[in-house]
């Protein structure tokens, strides 16, 4: 419609775990479920906060939540081995997405985060050249 004008970069922002293995992915996608159950409580506002921290979820409201569940993180999310993020991020790409960025903070281990991201960049960049 409007030719003349340059198109826009769109940039996504995801949740991202590039997994070591397809073990490795579920403990990423169960370790976002928890995280999105304590986000949309908070978000929410349905459970008290004392200084800074929200009161703690069940395992029991945690694995009940239709939306959050470990399935739905890993469909909803980049979370899968390198070559499953691979062909996640070339269909955005085909959208026509410009840029990714790497969403890490999901309450996993500092370890947890660092070896997801060198595997990103290890693995998974590459295709992108």
């Known amino acids: 419609k409007f030719s003349e004008m340059p198109r826009p970069q ?7 775990y590039v ?21 949309g409580a908070w978000f929410k506002n349905e459970r008290p906060v004392s200084k800074g921290m929200i009161k703690t979820l069940s395992p029991e409201e945690i694995a009940s939540h239709p939306f959050y569940t470990p399935e739905a993180m890993r469909k909803n999310n980049v979370i899968g081995t390198p070559e499953e993020v691979i062909a996640r991020l070339k269909a955005y790409e085909k959208l026509g997405f410009d840029e990714y960025s790497f969403w890490i903070d999901t309450g996993m281990s500092f370890e947890r985060k660092k070896a997801s991201l060198e595997r990103m960049i290890n693995d998974v960049m590459p295709a992108f050249k």
């Open 10 to 16: 769109i940039m996504l922002l995801r949740h991202t």
């Open 19 to 39: 997994a070591s293995s397809e073990d490795d992915a579920q403990v990423a996608a169960d370790e976002v479920n928890v995280f999105y159950n304590y986000f």
